[in-house]
């Protein structure tokens, strides 16, 4: 058993629910920010007690970029679109948690039908892995604004991410940059895409864009 | 020289010619750099393709870590076939802009830019052999992409663009998960973390991998880049980013984008065919989708009013062609790969030829525009005959690549595939059909607003007339050194003649 391990998924479920249940903007992102910050903690976790250079600077790297720049880079977006709340999502907040709970419930139902656990480093990780991801995927579907569209995507990327420690015993180190610069771009890109589609449109909601069709 | 080198050149240089677009430029000077820069892309790739061309196996580069093949080759001879044409347009196409003031130098700019970094970002998913590295510039030409499609900042590009941005980073985050999944599949192989994911190395050590996770991987993977390669039902996106960017991004989308992400997913065809022993289950995979596609693309193209969806919608039946052939195997995968050369060479004049009519008529809305070969001679001429080459007519590269699918698919007796694929074409045909024939000479239609956009130059008839010139004589007389580069691509996904 690592308790320290078992802490960290403890809290990035929690931070799931806290995601699912919150309608400001504001407090999604400082939530993205803490799961950000575990999902840095991580590596360091498994490693326990000998912990290697290059898993330090990858879990310093990506506890700097998912905890502090990805956060401070959304916050600046969320203030230039002028929009604090999600207004009207297309599933309530209480359905929302519901969901969340039976997501919970179906994730520790897959692992357990799936060989993925036995090698892993705690039975929690996968379990965990496919309820974050499952809560991405939700947020991008049930939210409107764009914002919570983003967040949704950081929060299935966060899922894969932990998906991948519990199976891979190491993805080289090119490839982990790559992917890391590869998320920076995108929540940079988002971030300008959605400071313009406020612009043009007064708003941040993305149900809204449907006019093209067929 | 070493041929290691060609490959380095191949990746820096429009990586340097993204820098030097930042210069301070006027927006007609940033356009000339993007025409040459572009043309010197391709001179710079050229040697590596033709040493592989000319029989080299393979040329290896950076530790195993890129690595050029036959698949690859032809892969970034399409590429370059379909970039250098796109950027002489763009001094056409937004010349025309330009002229109306609508083209700032800070827009400018940031096309060349952008431009320049998915052009680099493509020849890496190319030239990458580790699967993590192509991931990395699948993502990567997504996202440098997604303002290509807003150039124009319009309420309908700014839409197009958010639904690509998300619906392809899902899809490419999808496909991570795929290669998670392969990569916990080489734990037994007793190989290093860093040169697992090597193509060469997964390739090699087929027989020790873990075939269940091996199969998952591999849905994932399909699913993932299927959503960028525009396969149905994942192609949501595609139309709208296709018909909502300019034209020359929309030539650079159908032609390249597309593939490259169709590419990933040949690339893993072999291995979760060799692993799940070549039982045909990753075959039928590609076949299912591949015919879904053109299906769902046929009825669509029978309601289309927007001569860009159109062309669009054309895409979707067309990359299902490909996966089709792929999945047939054997002759088909050889079709397959005909394809790809005639619809890289088709699809992109369409665009061509729709955005300067478009210019012209100020619309693209199919009920507005009529009588083209008339009211605009070589664009119009061009539209109309690569409509028809895309729906086969002969002689054409695509006539001859769809019959030898047909042909495929009846050797190996598989009658609900032959009936189906038939059933799309047909539609298709009609569809598209009756749209070439009213847009080329239906005279009720109003004249062009601006017909002053769609004057002939002799860049404009060297723009058209190329492009329909091969695609007819390649129809008719393929050469045996294009045939070979062919067949040894082919070979790659399990192709043979």
């Given at each position: 058993?690592?308790?320290?391990?078992?802490?960290?998924?403890?809290?990035?479920?929690?931070?799931?629910?806290?995601?699912?249940?919150?309608?400001?903007?504001?407090?999604?992102?400082?939530?993205?920010?803490?799961?950000?910050?575990?999902?840095?903690?991580?590596?360091?976790?498994?490693?326990?007690?000998?912990?290697?250079?290059?898993?330090?600077?990858?879990?310093?790297?990506?506890?700097?970029?998912?905890?502090?720049?990805?956060?401070?880079?959304?916050?600046?977006?969320?203030?230039?679109?002028?929009?604090?709340?999600?207004?009207?999502?297309?599933?309530?907040?209480?359905?929302?948690?519901?969901?969340?709970?039976?997501?919970?419930?179906?994730?520790?139902?897959?692992?357990?039908?799936?060989?993925?656990?036995?090698?892993?480093?705690?039975?929690?990780?996968?379990?965990?892995?496919?309820?974050?991801?499952?809560?991405?995927?939700?947020?991008?579907?049930?939210?409107?604004?764009?914002?919570?569209?983003?967040?949704?995507?950081?929060?299935?990327?966060?899922?894969?991410?932990?998906?991948?420690?519990?199976?891979?015993?190491?993805?080289?180190?090119?490839?982990?940059?790559?992917?890391?610069?590869?998320?920076?771009?995108?929540?940079?890109?988002?971030?300008?895409?959605?400071?313009?589609?406020?612009?043009?449109?007064?708003?941040?909601?993305?149900?809204?864009?449907?006019?093209?069709?067929? | 020289?070493?041929?290691?080198?060609?490959?380095?050149?191949?990746?820096?240089?429009?990586?340097?010619?993204?820098?030097?677009?930042?210069?301070?430029?006027?927006?007609?000077?940033?356009?000339?750099?993007?025409?040459?820069?572009?043309?010197?892309?391709?001179?710079?790739?050229?040697?590596?393709?033709?040493?592989?061309?000319?029989?080299?196996?393979?040329?290896?580069?950076?530790?195993?870590?890129?690595?050029?093949?036959?698949?690859?080759?032809?892969?970034?001879?399409?590429?370059?076939?379909?970039?250098?044409?796109?950027?002489?347009?763009?001094?056409?196409?937004?010349?025309?802009?330009?002229?109306?003031?609508?083209?700032?130098?800070?827009?400018?700019?940031?096309?060349?830019?952008?431009?320049?970094?998915?052009?680099?970002?493509?020849?890496?998913?190319?030239?990458?052999?580790?699967?993590?590295?192509?991931?990395?510039?699948?993502?990567?030409?997504?996202?440098?992409?997604?303002?290509?499609?807003?150039?124009?900042?319009?309420?309908?590009?700014?839409?197009?663009?958010?639904?690509?941005?998300?619906?392809?980073?899902?899809?490419?985050?999808?496909?991570?998960?795929?290669?998670?999944?392969?990569?916990?599949?080489?734990?037994?192989?007793?190989?290093?973390?860093?040169?697992?994911?090597?193509?060469?190395?997964?390739?090699?050590?087929?027989?020790?991998?873990?075939?269940?996770?091996?199969?998952?991987?591999?849905?994932?993977?399909?699913?993932?880049?299927?959503?960028?390669?525009?396969?149905?039902?994942?192609?949501?996106?595609?139309?709208?980013?296709?018909?909502?960017?300019?034209?020359?991004?929309?030539?650079?989308?159908?032609?390249?984008?597309?593939?490259?992400?169709?590419?990933?997913?040949?690339?893993?065809l072999p291995l979760a065919e060799g692993v799940s022993g070549n039982t045909g289950w990753a075959r039928g995979v590609l076949v299912a989708l591949g015919l879904l596609s053109m299906l769902v693309a046929a009825g669509l193209l029978l309601a289309q009013r927007d001569l860009k969806r159109l062309l669009a919608y054309s895409s979707v039946e067309h990359i299902g062609v490909m996966a089709l052939g792929v999945g047939l195997g054997g002759l088909g995968a050889f079709a397959a790969m005909l394809h790809m050369l005639g619809h890289a060479l088709a699809k992109p004049l369409g665009f061509f030829c729709a955005g300067t009519i478009g210019q012209a008529y100020g619309t693209h809305d199919l009920r507005r525009i009529g009588g083209v070969v008339r009211q605009a001679p070589p664009w119009g001429i061009g539209l109309v005959l690569s409509l028809l080459a895309l729906i086969g007519m002969a002689p054409g590269v695509l006539f001859l690549s769809e019959l030898l699918v047909l042909k495929a698919a009846v050797e190996q007796q598989a009658w609900w595939t032959v009936g189906l694929y038939l059933a799309a074409l047909a539609v298709a045909f009609i569809a598209v059909l009756r749209r070439a024939i009213a847009l080329g000479w239906d005279s009720s239609a109003p004249p062009?607003?601006?017909?002053?956009?769609?004057?002939?130059?002799?860049?404009?008839?060297?723009?058209?007339?190329?492009?329909?010139?091969?695609?007819?004589?390649?129809?008719?007389?393929?050469?045996?050194?294009?045939?070979?580069?062919?067949?040894?691509?082919?070979?790659?996904?399990?192709?043979?003649?």
């Amino acid at each position: 058993m690592n308790h320290i391990l078992d802490t960290l998924l403890v809290i990035l479920l929690l931070s799931c629910f806290l995601l699912l249940g919150t309608s400001r903007l504001a407090a999604a992102v400082r939530m993205t920010a803490v799961q950000g910050f575990m999902i840095g903690l991580l590596p360091l976790a498994i490693e326990g007690g000998e912990i290697r250079l290059r898993v330090a600077i990858l879990a310093a790297l990506i506890a700097v970029l998912k905890a502090g720049v990805f956060p401070w880079l959304l916050m600046r977006t969320v203030r230039s679109a002028g929009t604090t709340h999600e207004e009207r999502p297309l599933v309530g907040y209480g359905l929302s948690t519901l969901l969340g709970v039976a997501a919970v419930g179906a994730a520790f139902w897959l692992d357990s039908r799936l060989p993925f656990s036995a090698e892993a480093h705690s039975k929690l990780v996968v379990p965990v892995a496919f309820s974050v991801m499952a809560t991405g995927l939700f947020l991008m579907v049930a939210r409107r604004t764009a914002i919570c569209q983003v967040l949704g995507y950081l929060t299935l990327e966060n899922g894969i991410y932990i998906f991948g420690l519990a199976i891979v015993s190491g993805i080289p180190m090119l490839v982990e940059l790559g992917v890391l610069m590869d998320m920076f771009v995108a929540v940079f890109v988002m971030g300008i895409a959605i400071f313009r589609i406020s612009r043009e449109f007064d708003h941040i909601d993305a149900a809204q864009l449907t006019s093209l069709k067929g | 020289m070493v041929p290691s080198f060609y490959l380095y050149f191949a990746l820096a240089l429009p990586a340097l010619l993204a820098l030097a677009t930042l210069l301070r430029l006027s927006p007609a000077a940033q356009l000339r750099l993007l025409a040459f820069g572009t043309a010197g892309v391709a001179l710079g790739a050229l040697p590596a393709v033709i040493r592989v061309w000319a029989g080299c196996d393979e040329i290896v580069a950076a530790q195993g870590w890129l690595r050029l093949d036959a698949l690859g080759a032809l892969h970034v001879l399409l590429l370059l076939a379909v970039f250098v044409p796109a950027a002489v347009y763009a001094r056409r196409y937004f010349g025309v802009e330009i002229a109306a003031g609508e083209f700032s130098a800070g827009a400018a700019r940031r096309f060349a830019a952008l431009w320049f970094g998915a052009l680099a970002m493509m020849l890496l998913v190319l030239l990458a052999n580790n699967l993590g590295i192509m991931w990395v510039g699948v993502e990567a030409t997504t996202l440098l992409t997604a303002f290509l499609i807003c150039t124009h900042r319009t309420a309908g590009s700014l839409e197009a663009m958010w639904k690509y941005l998300l619906m392809c980073s899902v899809g490419v985050a999808v496909a991570f998960m795929g290669i998670l999944l392969i990569a916990a599949a080489t734990r037994h192989t007793g190989m290093p973390a860093t040169s697992a994911l090597l193509w060469t190395n997964l390739m090699a050590t087929q027989g020790k991998l873990d075939p269940a996770l091996v199969k998952a991987g591999f849905l994932f993977l399909v699913v993932g880049f299927g959503t960028k390669a525009g396969l149905a039902p994942m192609h949501n996106w595609l139309p709208d980013a296709h018909s909502q960017a300019p034209s020359p991004v929309s030539a650079v989308f159908s032609g390249c984008l597309l593939n490259s992400a169709l590419y990933c997913i040949l690339r893993c065809l072999p291995l979760a065919e060799g692993v799940s022993g070549n039982t045909g289950w990753a075959r039928g995979v590609l076949v299912a989708l591949g015919l879904l596609s053109m299906l769902v693309a046929a009825g669509l193209l029978l309601a289309q009013r927007d001569l860009k969806r159109l062309l669009a919608y054309s895409s979707v039946e067309h990359i299902g062609v490909m996966a089709l052939g792929v999945g047939l195997g054997g002759l088909g995968a050889f079709a397959a790969m005909l394809h790809m050369l005639g619809h890289a060479l088709a699809k992109p004049l369409g665009f061509f030829c729709a955005g300067t009519i478009g210019q012209a008529y100020g619309t693209h809305d199919l009920r507005r525009i009529g009588g083209v070969v008339r009211q605009a001679p070589p664009w119009g001429i061009g539209l109309v005959l690569s409509l028809l080459a895309l729906i086969g007519m002969a002689p054409g590269v695509l006539f001859l690549s769809e019959l030898l699918v047909l042909k495929a698919a009846v050797e190996q007796q598989a009658w609900w595939t032959v009936g189906l694929y038939l059933a799309a074409l047909a539609v298709a045909f009609i569809a598209v059909l009756r749209r070439a024939i009213a847009l080329g000479w239906d005279s009720s239609a109003p004249p062009p607003e601006r017909p002053s956009a769609a004057a002939a130059g002799a860049d404009a008839w060297l723009l058209t007339i190329l492009p329909l010139v091969l695609l007819s004589v390649l129809g008719l007389l393929l050469p045996m050194g294009l045939a070979e580069l062919l067949l040894r691509a082919a070979m790659i996904v399990g192709g043979a003649l």
